[in-house]
């Protein structure tokens, strides 16, 4: 048996050290009325209403991203396609052709995707009340991120400046004077970007309070939701602003928060240990994800440390490499099918932890190569 389980762990540790995989990213996704989570073994969660099935989620596997618009959820697959469920009147699901996507963001009726070379897809309206400009986005280049709202796109460009195309009544598409910005938000009518210092800009609809942003400091994510504004701070500590007539802004005394998102009405976070918080309004029950883990054990989070120097650059090689090849994600699915039981055996056997660290050392320096 001994012989066994040190065999399962120099297999594990011959993928970690020939391709260099890595632990999945968690994260979260709130729309209109629902909460979306991925979990590090690709697959995905989902509460709140569902009424165009955008909930209907339990069968999505390999999956690294997941966006959630007013009415629709958007996947992102390790081979770089999309899946889409939920309302699709105005075709914002019609995404399973797309190829070669790097992330994707949904807004109240358009899907948005960025591709490997920088460029921009979008499906939604494109004709009607509902047509405001917003999947104009073909001309768009060297784009790093996207983001949607509800009749807006905003693309942040590789120079750190950012473009806006769709609705403007508010002014939420005025970004053009923008720059160092290393990342941008969009809620229903507001628009906000994160600097490279650390404060926060804002344009767009302001009725609520939701662009009140400037005294912000030390600011490391922003999410943006209906009409109010979610920052997270480099102690992981939360701050927002806007409305709260749903205590959706009551995020106050929260600690240990690795990644905010923000609905139509409500809040949501993600802590160090992979649980899952919510504020604000629970109409259709888009904040009981109490019960949520999005993490499955890690061998090398277990082994190094979830924020490790040597986690952090296995997650980068896993995402520059592995995912460009079919043969590397088969090996990301093997890794995190074997992870956990490595995590097991280990756990409690101190002088069998030291053995497989040992073993991962040894090949670590070599992907530096």
Same mark, same amino acid.
């Given at each position: 048996?001994?012989?066994?389980?040190?065999?399962?762990?120099?297999?594990?540790?011959?993928?970690?050290?020939?391709?260099?995989?890595?632990?999945?990213?968690?994260?979260?996704?709130?729309?209109?009325?629902?909460?979306?989570?991925?979990?590090?073994? &690709?697959?995905?969660?989902?509460?709140?209403?569902?009424?165009?099935?955008?909930? *209907?989620?339990?069968?999505?596997?390999?999956?690294?991203?997941?966006?959630?618009?007013?009415?629709?959820?958007?996947?992102?697959?390790? *081979?770089?396609?999309?899946?889409?469920?939920?309302? *699709?009147?105005? *075709?914002?699901?019609?995404?399973?052709? +797309?190829?070669?996507?790097?992330?994707?963001?949904?807004?109240?009726?358009?899907?948005?995707?960025?591709?490997?070379?920088?460029?921009?897809?979008?499906?939604?309206?494109?004709?009607?009340?509902?047509?405001?400009?917003?999947?104009?986005?073909?001309?768009?280049?060297?784009?790093?991120?996207?983001?949607? !709202?509800?009749?807006?796109? %905003?693309?942040?460009?590789?120079?750190?400046?950012?473009?806006?195309?769709?609705?403007?009544?508010?002014?939420?598409?005025?970004?053009?004077?923008?720059?160092?910005?290393?990342?941008?938000?969009?809620?229903?009518?507001?628009?906000?970007?994160?600097?490279? $210092?650390?404060?926060?800009?804002?344009?767009?609809?302001?009725?609520?309070?939701?662009?009140?942003?400037?005294? +912000?400091? !030390?600011?490391?994510?922003?999410?943006?939701?209906?009409?109010?504004?979610?920052?997270?701070?480099?102690?992981?500590?939360?701050?927002?602003?806007?409305?709260?007539?749903?205590?959706?802004?009551?995020?106050?005394?929260?600690?240990?928060?690795?990644?905010?998102?923000?609905?139509?009405?409500?809040?949501?976070?993600?802590?160090?240990?992979?649980?899952?918080?919510?504020?604000?309004?629970?109409?259709?029950?888009?904040?009981?994800?109490?019960? +949520?883990?999005?993490?499955?054990?890690?061998?090398?989070?277990?082994?190094?440390?979830?924020?490790?120097?040597?986690?952090?650059?296995?997650?980068?090689?896993?995402?520059?490499?592995?995912?460009?090849?079919? #043969?590397?994600?088969?090996?990301?699915?093997?890794?995190?099918?074997?992870?956990?039981?490595?995590? &097991?055996?280990? #756990?409690?056997? #101190?002088?069998?932890?030291?053995?497989?660290?040992?073993? %991962? $050392?040894?090949?670590?320096?070599?992907?530096?190569?």
């Amino acid at each position: 048996m001994r012989k066994l389980t040190v065999n399962i762990a120099i297999l594990c540790s011959f993928i970690i050290w020939s391709l260099a995989v890595a632990s999945a990213d968690v994260g979260v996704a709130a729309g209109g009325s629902h909460t979306v989570g991925v979990k590090t073994n &690709g697959t995905v969660v989902a509460v709140g209403q569902n009424i165009h099935g955008q909930c *209907n989620v339990g069968s999505w596997a390999d999956i690294t991203q997941v966006a959630a618009g007013y009415y629709h959820t958007v996947g992102l697959k390790t *081979n770089k396609t999309v899946m889409a469920v939920g309302a *699709n009147s105005h *075709n914002q699901c019609n995404v399973g052709s +797309w190829t070669g996507i790097t992330q994707v963001a949904a807004g109240g009726w358009h899907t948005v995707g960025l591709k490997t070379d920088k460029t921009v897809v979008a499906v939604g309206p494109t004709s009607g009340s509902l047509d405001d400009g917003q999947c104009e986005v073909g001309s768009w280049t060297d784009i790093t991120r996207v983001a949607a !709202g509800y009749a807006h796109t %905003v693309g942040l460009k590789s120079d750190m400046t950012v473009v806006a195309v769709g609705r403007n009544d508010d002014g939420q598409c005025e970004v053009a004077s923008w720059t160092d910005i290393t990342q941008v938000a969009v809620g229903y009518d507001h628009t906000l970007g994160l600097k490279s $210092d650390k404060t926060m800009v804002a344009v767009g609809r302001n009725d609520d309070d939701q662009c009140e942003v400037a005294s +912000w400091t !030390g600011i490391t994510q922003v999410a943006a939701g209906g009409y109010h504004t979610v920052g997270l701070k480099s102690d992981m500590t939360v701050v927002a602003v806007g409305s709260n007539d749903y205590g959706q802004c009551d995020v106050e005394g929260g600690t240990n928060i690795l990644q905010v998102a923000a609905g139509g009405y409500h809040t949501v976070g993600v802590m160090t240990n992979k649980t899952v918080v919510a504020v604000g309004s629970n109409s259709s029950g888009q904040c009981n994800v109490n019960s +949520w883990n999005l993490g499955d054990p890690c061998l090398l989070e277990t082994i190094y440390g979830e924020f490790s120097p040597e986690a952090e650059l296995l997650r980068y090689l896993r995402d520059h490499l592995l995912s460009a090849t079919p #043969e590397g994600q088969e090996l990301i699915r093997l890794y995190y099918h074997l992870s956990p039981g490595i995590v &097991g055996l280990i #756990e409690g056997d #101190e002088a069998f932890r030291k053995e497989i660290k040992d073993l %991962v $050392d040894e090949m670590l320096p070599r992907l530096l190569q």
